[in-house]
């Protein structure tokens, strides 16, 4: 009889293109085998009315990130990924934030020595430039790229972190040559600015300006500016985190021009909308994040690009502070005003149950776009496919067995993450990660923690094929 390290028994599983029932035997970390009737003389998980999907991958967290002027971001590696793992995610993707003046390898060199033995989940880095010098463009990004790290994101708002148009296209024509993808934060920072001053002259501080100081107009045209950028560059990008449907328009205007262009939303912008920010005192706080959501009809147009494909991927973009502590979102001078307040959400962990229970249980996408939207499209986009985000022969044995008649209301005390706090609590969600194995190691069995921080580990990351002219 074969033996597998581990057996996956009775569960229908589910790809990007097709759900079938098979039984899954994994050996080595890694799936050998999909097939009717499998025998094994090993261990079995009976997956007996569950889907098996494959483990989430959330490219768009943060984790550790440094914030600056005494705020602290609530997750480390081991939080962060921790609460990663009970949501059903086998991989996330933070960020490395370079430090103005300084190579990215030196913020490299310490990103990973905070992951080391810290993860549950494995990680793959994405870097943020925010010092484009020559050395960095000219030399850095390369290496960098051959390396491993294959995804750059670059900001058109933030003080100190923005970069302007030359700036972009320098980065966009590196990406051009080395493979690399490129993520673009579109909002326009000089508007923000404006309306900031604005608001604040007329003493209007709280948590509910956040949103209107970003309106749509402020990602709209930096949505169109990147695409235009990109278009001009010639390369391939990114448009993470949109909030609304006049910049879904951008993305499929620039598709017909013939710009390969990935869309990402995230929950934020399907269950949240700026009411969320009124809260009572400085509640609002809690809502606060870049760009903000919007309301009940921008919800409804993000429905519909997830249904429709303007999205290819569903990210969490997990930026957590805690709401009750001066290193977070009442900080003493966010307590002053707006401008203050860190941005940024949890979400990790909800992601998932979230687009499972709001998305298949009601019926506006099938599990294959489920797949495609939670974990394949992430894989192809950021060069970890086909060993991760599929569940095919070869790949890493990396999945997740979900119960879809499990119903639970979202509660921060039952979640994982070192926020005090979820955006989502009180929502009802039918549908949830019960059993999660990571490279064959079941790391949540019915909803117990067995996996060990350490078990998850740093996978470098592919850059897309480089063009020849
Ligand atoms: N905005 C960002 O740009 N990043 C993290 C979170 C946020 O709100
Ligand atoms: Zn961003
Ligand atoms: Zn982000």
Not at 27 to 34: N, S
Not at 169 to 188: F, I, P, Q, W, Y
Not at 326 to 353: C, D, M, W, Y
Request: glycine share 10%; net charge negative.
């Amino acid at each position: 009889m074969t033996t597998f390290d581990l057996m996956i028994r009775g569960g229908t599983i589910a790809t990007a293109s097709d759900v079938f029932q098979a039984d899954i035997g994994i050996r080595d970390g890694r799936i050998v085998q999909i097939g009717e009737r499998l025998a094994s003389d090993g261990p079995v998980i009976d997956a007996t009315g569950k889907y098996v999907l494959p483990g989430g991958i959330d490219s768009h967290v943060h984790i550790s990130q440094p914030s600056g002027d005494g705020i602290v971001m609530a997750d480390d590696f081991e939080s962060g990924t921790r609460s990663a793992i009970f949501g059903g995610n086998t991989t996330v993707m933070p960020f490395c934030l370079q430090e103005k003046g300084r190579p990215m390898r030196e913020a490299l060199n310490a990103y990973h020595a905070l992951a080391e033995g810290s993860c549950y989940t494995d990680v793959s880095f994405h870097l943020i430039v925010s010092d484009p010098t020559d050395t960095l463009l000219g030399q850095e990004l390369s290496a960098l790229a051959a390396d491993g790290y294959a995804s750059l994101k670059v900001f058109m708002t933030y003080e100190g972190l923005r970069l302007n148009d030359a700036e972009i296209l320098k980065t966009l024509d590196v990406a051009r040559s080395t493979g690399a993808t490129v993520m673009v934060h579109c909002e326009n920072e000089d508007a923000i600015r404006f309306l900031i001053a604005r608001h604040e002259a007329a003493g209007d501080v709280a948590p509910r300006a956040h949103a209107a100081t970003r309106p749509v107009a402020v990602e709209r045209e930096a949505t169109h500016r990147a695409l235009t950028l990109a278009e001009i560059a010639d390369v391939p990008i990114v448009i993470v985190h949109v909030s609304n449907g006049e910049a879904m328009e951008e993305i499929s205007r620039a598709r017909a021009r013939g710009l390969k262009v990935v869309g990402e939303t995230c929950p934020q912008y399907l269950m949240l909308t700026a009411d969320d920010l009124d809260g009572m005192d400085w509640e609002g706080a809690k809502f606060v994040c870049s760009p903000p959501p919007r309301d009940k009809a921008a919800q409804a147009d993000c429905w519909r690009g997830i249904e429709t494909g303007v999205f290819d991927l569903f990210s969490s973009d997990h930026c957590p502070f805690r709401y009750e502590d001066e290193r977070g979102k009442l900080n003493a001078k966010g307590r002053q005003s707006f401008r203050h307040i860190p941005n940024g959400i949890p979400g990790v962990e909800t992601r998932l149950p979230i687009l499972f229970s709001e998305g298949v249980m009601k019926g506006r996408i099938d599990l294959p776009r489920f797949v495609a939207l939670s974990a394949t499209n992430h894989a192809k986009t950021y060069g970890l496919y086909p060993q991760k985000g599929t569940i095919g022969i070869g790949a890493d044995a990396d999945l997740a067995i979900w119960d879809p008649s499990l119903t639970r209301r979202i509660r921060h005390a039952d979640l994982h993450d070192g926020a005090d706090y979820s955006p989502y609590e009180g929502i009802e969600v039918t549908g949830w990660p019960t059993t999660v194995i990571l490279g064959g190691h079941v790391m949540i069995r019915d909803g117990e923690l067995l996996g060990r921080k350490g078990q998850g580990r740093y996978r470098p990351a592919r850059t897309r094929p480089v063009p020849s002219t």
